[in-house]
């Protein structure tokens, strides 16, 4: 693992929140949501591959141990972490690794992984396929295809500047970068970690837009195996909740803060 750290900006004061994006997204992705959020220091990270990381990794652990890091260099002893699909998982790895600095955690349309070994070989097989793409027909044909999954279909419904924004900055990243993201901490490379869930002794908040059945599922699922776990459905929203309903989402996430607030 080589690093010079990851890139990071910092908005607001008080309790500090960590905010992992997901998967061809960067830390701007979260700038709306801090603007539902008083009292609070909201730190945006380049997770490792994208924006202005140059981070080299290996393994989803490298990712987390790069966070620790960061929240050393900031003085931080205790961080609220929200993450975002991929940084939901990463979330949840952060959690399993360095529990020490998590004092609560908002995952949206997170998992912690695939359960069965056969799914984790499946999906690691395609992930390789598609890094080997992104880096033979480059950044512009791989998004053309991505915005168009049926995961993404709801964001069609967004206006036309918001679509914009979104293409924009999954444009703005590296083929390398995509690559990297996907050998290392993809969903079929990282650890599964539903056997552990019941350990994840943190509050923590599911949330899911109500048309993603998917991920809705597997947050029920995590709802019955985290203990200190509630869940919240998003009315008509899909799989990128802070994008497609930023002001219900940065609600549910001020109210699960100030009722979370760190105590030591």
Same mark, same amino acid.
């Given at each position: ?33 801090c ?7 909201c ?33 931080i ?10 940084g ?5 790895s ?12 908002i995952? $949206?349309? +997170?998992? #912690?992984? &695939? ?6 070989? *499946? ?5 390789? %396929? ?22 993404f ?10 679509q914009?924004?979104i ?13 990297m ?16 869930l019941? $350990?994840? +002794?943190k #509050?923590? &908040? ?6 993603? *059945?998917?991920?809705?599922?597997i947050? %029920?699922?995590?709802?019955k195996a985290i203990?200190q ?20 989402f ?11 607030h760190?105590?030591?």
């Open positions: 693992m080589s690093s010079a750290g990851l890139p990071y900006e910092i908005i607001g004061e008080g309790e500090p929140v960590l905010f992992l994006h997901g998967f061809t997204g960067t830390r701007e992705t979260w700038r709306e949501t603007s539902y959020l008083s009292g609070y220091q730190i945006l990270v380049d997770l490792p591959g994208h924006g202005e990381a140059d981070s080299t990794i290996s393994s989803m652990k490298d990712c987390c141990t790069l966070l620790a890091e960061l929240l050393d260099k900031l003085g002893k205790k961080a609220h972490v929200v993450g975002y699909s991929m939901g998982r990463t979330a949840v952060f959690a399993m690794y360095y529990p020490e600095y998590i004092a609560s955690l995952l $949206e349309s +997170a998992s #912690p992984g &695939l359960k069965e070994e056969a799914a984790r070989r *499946e999906r690691k097989e395609k992930d390789e %396929q598609l890094a080997q793409r992104i880096l033979e027909n480059g950044i512009e044909a791989f998004v053309d295809t991505w915005q168009e999954l049926p995961l279909a709801t964001q069609k419904q967004l206006p036309d500047h918001v914009r924004n293409r924009n900055e999954r444009l703005s990243q590296k083929e390398e970068g995509l690559a993201s996907l050998q290392a901490m993809g969903t079929g490379t990282q650890p599964s970690w539903w056997g552990q019941s $350990e994840l +002794a #509050p923590t &908040l599911l949330i899911a837009g109500e048309e993603d *059945e998917k991920f809705v599922a947050n %029920q699922m995590m709802q203990p776990a509630a869940f919240m459905l998003c009315p008509k929203a899909g799989h990128a909740v802070h994008v497609e309903k930023s002001r219900n940065g609600k549910m996430v001020n109210v699960f803060l100030n009722e979370n760190i105590t030591s």
